[in-house]
């Protein structure tokens, strides 16, 4: 999430004023381009999609960590299955 994607998220949430405020706090006030003193556009980039390439990373990296972690599950889960059941006696043939 990009600053001016937190910035709205906020100001939904909260209000234009309290958010506009907040944002000022922290990112103080500054002049560039142009922009009056109390304004923290010259912080926040446009809104804009994100780039597909780094979604479709992001969303494969997420699914990755998932699929370890249940492996992970998995795996304690049988181990602990393992130390429960009785030993395996050998068939008789």
Partial sequence: MDVSQLLVTLGLRVGAER???????????????GLPADAPAHRA?????????????????????AVLEASRQSRLLR?????????????KA
């Fill in 19 to 33: 958010a506009v405020a907040s944002a000022l706090s922290v990112l103080g006030p500054r002049r560039r381009g």
């Fill in 45 to 65: 980039e446009p809104l804009h999609p994100r780039d597909p390439a780094q979604l479709a990373r992001e969303r494969a990296e997420r699914e990755r960590e």
């Fill in 79 to 91: 181990a602990q299955r393992r130390r429960r059941l009785p030993p395996r006696r050998p068939d």
